[in-house]
Nanobody
Framework: QVQLIESGGGLVQAGGSLRLSCAGSGRTFSNTAMGWFRQAPGKERDFVAAISWTGGSTFYKDSVKGRFTISRDNAKKLVYLQMDSLKPEDTAVYSC???????????????WGQGTQVTVSS
């Protein structure tokens, strides 16, 4: 069993930065791939980034490449999403997810956090 709690969301102006954190619990955290997804009002949940359980492999949605960075600290059971050069279209509820392998779709992830709101003003 893995429990996930996100933090770090907020309101930021376009061009600004935020760092999201996802705190995990459960003894399987270190052997679990982690991902970040986002959901804007009226839209489906959308993949943002994922990282392997070792942290050695990552991949990103094309529109965030070069602006967002996913990382993890298995000793602290934390996963981060550093978001730079934020744009109004990045506004959404951001959720972290845990699963056996990295996927760029919402299907196949076993555990989800409640999400944290990110709002980017123009």
């Amino acid at each position: 069993q893995v429990q996930l709690i996100e933090s770090g969301g907020g309101l930021v102006q376009a061009g600004g930065s935020l760092r999201l954190s996802c705190a995990g619990s459960g003894r399987t955290f270190s052997n679990t791939a982690m991902g970040w997804f986002r959901q804007a009002p009226g839209k489906e949940r959308d993949f943002v980034a994922a990282i392997s359980w070792t942290g050695g492999s990552t991949f990103y949605k094309d529109s965030v490449k070069g602006r967002f960075t996913i990382s993890r600290d298995n000793a602290k059971k934390l996963v981060y999403l550093q978001m730079d050069s934020l744009k109004p279209e990045d506004t959404a509820v951001y959720s972290c997810a845990a699963g056996p392998i990295m996927r760029n779709t919402a299907k196949g992830w076993d555990y989800w956090g409640q999400g944290t709101q990110v709002t980017v003003s123009s």
